[in-house]
């Protein structure tokens, strides 16, 4: 008797594939550029995948595989970070080249952070309060974000903001004064972090989190402060409809979810 074909959905399947990408920064044969090369290749393909397939398997609903999709991603986060943390930077270190974050810098550095802060960023940096009861502040498509939690006199009396890191107008690594014979970068998100106290007097920062939005692909909107965004949808769609005449689907029953 024929055993039954199995199958493995595409979506997991897709996975792998990107995990076989992830699996060559973990390959030590490789050049370490290279090596890092193929994380950024990594993440890419998986930001991809949420703004175009995942945002597919959402419109159908199916949680089960969104579940399995879920638990493989973090798996793989997990994996990465390993790799990121445990040996690509310490390689990189070990060729002259430090990542800190603002934790770690001295006083030399942090003046710079300061002085780079004052000259350059300040004037781009226009924090949004995010109230319990107010409008939920619009965030951008593949934009990153810092998240900061607040705290005023009274523990209990927490609040919270958001800050666009200016991405689009400033390098997302800043070179840091060296030391010790080596080249120090620190990220930009960390170079806000570390001036938040200024931006908040009268509070203080419990935590700062940086976070991207990834928005369904699918969904493209010219103007998305103004309209209905449902009317906009169904135009998209039936723009789709007229480019694909031949799918027999009557414009009444474009999914709109």
Known sequence: MQKPLRLIDRYLS????????????????????????????????????????????????????????????????????????????????????????????????????????????????????????????FLYNRQLYLVVVLEGREPAN???????????????????PGRSGERCYVFLDDIVRLCLPELFPGLRVVGAYSVKLSRDAELHIDDEFSGDLLEKKFQEAVKKAKESPDTGKPIRDIDLD
């Open 158 to 176: 927490r609040r919270y903001a958001i800050i666009e890191i200016p991405t689009a107008h400033e390098p997302r690594f800043v070179e840091l």
């Open 14 to 137: 897709w996975l792998s594939f990107n995990h076989r990408v992830l699996q060559e920064a973990a390959d030590p044969r490789i050049p370490l550029l290279e090596r890092l090369r193929f994380l950024a290749i990594f993440s890419s393909n998986l930001d991809e995948f949420f703004r175009v397939r995942v945002a597919s398997v959402r419109a159908l609903h199916d949680t089960n595989l969104l579940e399995l999709i879920r638990s493989e991603v973090v798996r793989q986060q997990r994996e990465f970070g390993k790799y990121y943390l445990e040996e690509i930077l310490p390689e990189l270190r070990a060729h002259g080249i430090a990542f800190v974050n603002d934790s770690e810098l001295d006083d030399k550095q942090i003046a710079f952070a300061r002085e780079f802060w004052k000259r350059v960023l300040r004037r781009r940096i226009e924090p949004i309060f995010i109230e319990t009861d107010g409008p939920v502040p």
